[in-house]
């Protein structure tokens, strides 16, 4: 099916190819593909080089295909105009070293929902100006610290529902500069170390539900002063200090409902602690701070 006119295609959906082991070749066109769709009684074993080679293509939608490799050079030929690509809810175990390394226009990018186990130095190379990454729901345990280094302008990174526990995941400093929002719930943490959060001064919202820590460091938050909001819902942490904070932050998680928030989840404050110890219960917590 498509959608055009004599200007551009606004939309190109391809389906009904059944069990397929490569993408079947393009048409040339010169006109830019608004959006590329291929779905619906269509799987793909692998994508192969220089797929869809003749066409201008800004997004290239190839969810659920059952793809499990994908070479190299397989996305050379469309990099040019690829603003975003979906490659989610396929069973790709691995990424070649340097297989986006072409793709310098590329915004948005969503690997969710396979089956990859590890990052190295080079998986990300060429995506200088990628702003939105989504890993979730992969196996990842093993992350090369250089990997992050290839993304200079991202955002957003999703991160949860992996293996990155027991000192798996380190950021470097100055790997991601402008990294704003960092997802990590589900990944078996026990803490929230320097090795996660120093290297991030721009990050504004962290997610670290579902994780194992159990307590919070002094001035745990000391390396990232533009944090406006944490998310540890349901950890094992027993008790908040003031000093977690660094102080300053205490007033505003006062004026956002945080002590209501204690209360409403089963947070309860101990007969005669100090006003700088509290002692929770199952505490669920979304602090913004």
């Known amino acids: ?16 190819y059944g069990d397929l082991a490569q993408l079947p070749p393009a048409c040339r066109d010169d006109r830019v593909i608004s959006k590329v769709v291929i779905n619906h009684r269509t799987t ?30 397989a996305f050379e030929a469309i990099s040019r105009d690829l603003q975003v690509l979906y490659l989610h809810d396929n069973q790709l ?4 070293s340097g297989v986006f390394r072409t793709m310098l226009r590329l915004g948005q990018l969503q690997l969710h929902n396979n089956r990859l186990t590890q990052l190295s130095d080079g998986t990300f190379s060429g995506l200088v100006n990628l ?27 999703i991160l949860e529902d992996n293996r990155l526990g027991n000192g798996r995941l380190v950021f470097p400093a100055g790997a991601m ?23 991030l001064p721009n990050l504004r919202r962290l997610h670290f539900r579902w994780n194992n820590v159990e307590s919070l460091p002094p001035n745990v938050f000391r390396a990232v002063p533009r944090l406006e909001m944490v998310d540890l819902s349901v950890n094992n942490i027993t008790e908040l200090r003031q000093d977690i904070f ?15 928030n204690m209360g409403v989840v089963g947070g309860r404050r101990d007969a005669g602690a100090s006003p700088t110890a509290f002692s929770t219960q199952n505490l669920e917590m979304k602090l913004r701070l």
Do not use: F
Request: contains cysteine; glycine residues 8%; positive net charge.
């Open 1 to 16: 099916m498509v959608n055009a006119d004599d200007t551009g295609i606004r939309l190109m959906t391809c389906s009904g």
């Open 44 to 73: 793909v074993s692998r994508l192969q080089h220089r797929i869809l080679d003749g066409l201008r293509i800004r997004q290239l939608e190839l969810i659920g295909l059952g793809i499990r490799s994908i070479t190299e050079s």
């Open 93 to 96: 175990e691995s990424l070649p």
């Open 131 to 157: 702003v939105y990454l989504t890993l979730n729901v992969n196996r990842l345990s093993r992350v090369d610290p250089s990997t992050w280094r290839a993304l200079p302008d991202l955002r957003v990174l």
């Open 177 to 199: 500069p402008n990294l704003e929002e960092l997802r990590l719930d589900k990944n078996a943490l026990t803490s929230i170390s320097e090795d996660i959060i120093s290297g």
């Open 246 to 260: 660094n102080g300053k932050y205490m007033g505003s998680l006062k004026r956002t409902g945080w002590w209501q």
